[in-house]
């Protein structure tokens, strides 16, 4: 009886873990949708409006293969998922390629973060 509660409490720690994985890894309109606005989509594309304000945070979400066109200057701290920090400083017109990533981010700057996401689909 006691092999028998080890294994199921074993088996719902793994299902726990996958959900909260599943969980953190959504659509950026759908957990930021004041910051992410979907401008067009197709079979084979899909171009995101990215507008974050000086201090606002953007919760952990995934993107596909996709690359961003910063529309004036900004300074963003992303965190991916696995915990690493990476603080960059966007310039105006700086087109930037990223493979698929989960990840979060935050407005560190004095500006408003203006980008144009282009995120590729299989």
Known sequence: MKKFVYA??????IAFVIVIGVAVAQDP????????????ENDRV?????????????PM????DHLGYNIGAAK???????GKVQD???????VIWFD????SAENTGSTEARIVV???KK
Not at 46 to 58: A, F, M, N, Q, Y
Not at 88 to 94: E, F, H, K
């Open 29 to 40: 309109t759908k957990v930021a949708p004041d910051q992410y606005k979907s401008s067009f």
């Open 88 to 94: 960059v400083d966007l310039t105006d017109g700086q």
């Open 76 to 82: 963003l701290r992303i965190t991916n998922a696995d």
């Open 46 to 58: 899909r171009v995101l409006e990215v507008r974050l304000k000086p201090g606002e945070k953007i």
């Open 61 to 64: 979400h995934s993107h596909p």
């Open 100 to 103: 698929a990533v989960t990840h």
């Open 118 to 120: 282009f995120e590729l």
């Open 8 to 13: 199921t409490m074993f088996l719902a720690a």
